[in-house]
């Protein structure tokens, strides 16, 4: 695919980060875009930004979406059908994703399902809806984002990831397992497996959100000390500092998260869309993930020894 222009993408989870980036990009470039969140108003600004940066006669339309959801992932599809007078698309981001229930052992069930459905069943169902609409088409790729933790389990020492984890991991399995079966049963359509590094955007603080976990104001000083080892990690907090220290820096979580980061959505949207336009159906987004990827692959068995 040399070119977005005159195409048609679905993007899920535009309405922040990296999704965002991807509408306002492809809309940018003359692609018409339907996009969905679970959040209106971000999606809706999502759709004005974007249109506002697109040329004549590309149409960016907003949806809203829990990809969790399979009944609302295929009101989705009709609506974008419907809106795009359309029979099929040509791209599909499966992009929304969250994080949470980091641990299996401690952490809620419910949180824990709910993560992977967002992050895997999310993917699933989109695909289950929107292949038959690229199979349509005369040339489509499907783009399921992963990340790093697709193919290392882990965010460092003392730091259990799992529900996001087993997702990504999922992600990368399945993406991976459709290449030969589209080569045979639909050779003109393509799947790419992203796999970002940190990229700047406010998952934490939207994670949370959706999660519905509570303030860090409500949290007792025993929760708030369950995030010690991460905070620690990420440099948000010094060794020893106080509870109140903690609890003040977790406040912040989700700005450092996204001030820290060594690429911006922007430029991560970039790197997808150059990627997915030459044909790559492997993208690491950032040297921090290709740097992973490397390290992970020469000495799986030391992959939790800790690499840092
Ligand atoms: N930011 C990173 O460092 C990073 C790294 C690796 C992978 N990723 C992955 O990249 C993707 C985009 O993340 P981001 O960092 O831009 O996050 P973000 O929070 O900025 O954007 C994600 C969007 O998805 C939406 N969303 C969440 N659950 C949804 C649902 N059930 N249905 C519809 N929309 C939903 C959110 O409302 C949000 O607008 C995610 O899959 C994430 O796991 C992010």
């Given at each position: ?161 799992t529900a996001y984890s087993t997702a ?87 700005d450092a998260f996204r001030d820290t ?38 000495k799986p068995e030391a992959a939790y020894?800790?690499?840092?």
């Amino acid at each position: 695919m040399e070119s977005f222009a005159g195409k048609l993408a679905v993007v899920t989870g535009g309405g922040s980060g990296m999704g965002r980036e991807l509408v306002r990009q492809l809309a940018a470039q003359g692609c018409s875009v339907a996009a969905c969140d679970l959040n209106a108003d971000t999606i809706s600004a999502t759709m004005s930004l974007a249109q506002a940066g697109a040329p004549p006669g590309c149409r960016v339309t907003g949806h809203v979406c829990d990809v969790a959801d399979e009944a609302q992932v295929l009101r989705f599809r009709d609506e974008v059908l419907k809106q795009h007078a359309t029979r099929h698309v040509n791209l599909v981001f499966s992009n929304a994703g969250i994080g949470g229930a980091g641990s299996f052992v401690v952490d809620s069930r419910q949180e824990w399902e709910r993560t992977f459905a967002i992050d895997f069943w999310g993917v699933y169902y989109c695909a289950r809806a929107f292949l038959p609409l690229l199979i349509a088409s005369s040339e489509g790729v499907l783009v399921n984002t992963s990340s790093v933790n697709g193919f290392w389990a882990s965010l460092g020492p003392g730091i259990p990831h799992t529900a996001y984890s087993t997702a990504k991991f999922a992600v990368k399995g399945f993406s991976e397992a459709l290449i030969e079966d589209l080569r045979i049963n639909a050779p003109h359509v393509r799947v790419a497996v992203v796999m970002p590094g940190h990229i700047g955007t406010d998952i934490v603080t939207n994670s949370r959100r959706i999660l519905g976990v509570p303030g860090v104001e409500q949290m007792s000083d025993e929760e708030v000390e369950a995030g010690r080892a991460s905070m620690t990690r990420f440099g948000a907090v010094a060794e020893g500092a106080s509870v109140e220290e903690l609890r003040q820096a977790m406040a912040r979580a989700g700005d450092a998260f996204r001030d820290t980061a060594p690429m911006s959505a922007a430029e991560a949207a970039e790197t997808i869309l150059d990627e997915v336009r030459k044909g790559s159906w492997r993208i690491l987004v950032g040297e921090d993930a290709k740097g992973l990827d490397a390290v992970v692959r020469a000495k799986p068995e030391a992959a939790y020894d800790f690499l840092a």
